[in-house]
């Protein structure tokens, strides 16, 4: 436990308990660890009053979302007063020494403003290029919903590049959405922290690959990550290898999502080919993943995704899991080159197809390769790596 003990405003828009690994093992886990003493804003849609939960080093500040009047933007205004008021009160009471900021516009102006006002450092971290994802959801459904969010995000781009030029400190989960936002700020006050396997991944004790040929892909079924890339897909290995199995686990983003894919899957014959799972607990996925033989990660070339960083390359690695992704995704890209744990190639039906038949019928290379992913990921893809790097920008701000 550290004796020079840091007091952290920690700001975000997930509710509580939180779920997301880079905020449960960056923050509530490494940097608690280290003597830390984070506070976290968060949200419940369970309670009407606020409540504050301590648990080791962590301090919960939960505030209730639900609408006081019919009116959203009176509902807004009314929600914004009473979270300045919170963070001034945190702030002053706890005597914080750093803000951190996860995505949220809004927060984050308040957040900056009470942090200038009492020359507090503030680090802003965006885990997504959402305005990009906005407008690809806009392509792919068009209507009333998707269009307020294709609005908002304009909006919201203007509020993020507000927040990250203002900022002492911006982290980004890929050096490509840095690159985004270069115009902004310095690249000395930029910090990568992308996303990492949970604790539960490596202690998985997977290392042999699964003598069968099934394939997982886990993670948000949705129209803008194609999900008919992967059907397709199927359709052409079967031909080559009958008994070719793909499982499908996540939640469905959008309506008639599920219905549209069967209806392919029937269209093609490939119905005892591909399984729909229901989403899991994130600590029954490497259970899960042991009895696969390789695990898919194709993402549409498209600007939201060329910037991101998708964590299911990452956790099939850290188990042992063979991956096969695609090349335009900056992030997948590099770790499966790097790593040696797979495949990293064109989006392109036909590529996949043809690699994957490959790999199916190379159990000793894809021994290999489950090997070479899980020790590189173990040496290079840690929450426990990254605490490292962000500790020392945080000291340095505050030397």
């Not at 280290?34 to 849609?45: K, M, V």
């Not at 992967?230 to 079967?238: G, T």
């Amino acid at each position: 436990m550290r004796k020079n003990r840091i007091n952290i405003l920690f700001i975000t828009n997930d509710f509580y308990p939180h779920y997301r690994s880079e905020i449960t093992e960056l923050f509530e886990y490494e940097l608690a660890n280290r003597g830390y003493s984070i506070h976290y804003l968060s949200f419940t849609r369970d309670s009407k009053d606020l409540q504050i939960h301590h648990k080791n080093n962590n301090h919960y500040y939960i505030m209730p979302i639900r609408p006081i009047t019919p009116y959203h933007t009176i509902n807004k205004k009314f929600k914004l007063s009473k979270i300045s008021t919170l963070i001034r009160k945190i702030v002053k009471g706890k005597q914080i020494e750093i803000i951190q900021v996860r995505d949220c516009p809004d927060q984050g102006r308040i957040a900056y403003n009470i942090a200038k006002e009492l020359n507090i450092p503030f680090c802003y971290y965006l885990t997504s290029n959402f305005t990009e994802f906005n407008k690809q959801a806009f392509r792919f459904q068009k209507n009333l919903a998707t269009f307020y969010l294709y609005i908002s995000g304009h909006i919201n781009d203007h509020r993020y590049r507000s927040l990250i030029s203002k900022s002492d400190l911006f982290e980004a989960c890929t050096s490509s959405l840095i690159k985004c936002y270069a115009d902004e700020i310095p690249k000395e006050k930029t910090l990568v922290l992308p996303m990492c396997p949970p604790k539960v991944f490596f202690e998985s004790s997977r290392i042999s690959i699964s003598n069968n040929m099934n394939l997982i892909y886990i993670g948000q079924i949705s129209h803008t990550r194609n999900p008919f890339f992967l059907i397709n897909v199927i359709h052409k290995v079967k031909k080559e290898i009958p008994n070719v199995s793909l499982t499908f686990v996540g939640p469905f983003i959008g309506r008639q999502l599920k219905v549209k894919m069967q209806k392919r899957i029937k269209k093609l014959n490939v119905e005892s080919n591909i399984v729909i799972m229901d989403p899991i607990e994130k600590n029954q996925i490497p259970e899960l993943l042991s009895n696969y033989s390789v695990g898919v990660s194709p993402l549409p070339p498209v600007s939201c995704f060329i910037m991101s960083s998708p964590t299911k390359v990452l956790e099939y690695l850290s188990v042992g899991l063979p991956a096969i992704c695609n090349k335009e995704i900056n992030d997948q890209d590099e770790v499966v080159r790097k790593s040696g744990g797979g495949y990293s190639i064109p989006y392109n039906e036909e590529d996949f197809a043809r690699v994957l038949i490959k790999m199916l019928k190379d159990r000793e290379t894809l021994a290999k390769m489950g090997r070479n992913g899980r020790h590189w990921v173990s040496k290079n893809r840690t929450y426990e790596r990254l605490t490292d790097q962000l500790e020392s920008h945080y000291r340095k701000l505050l030397s």
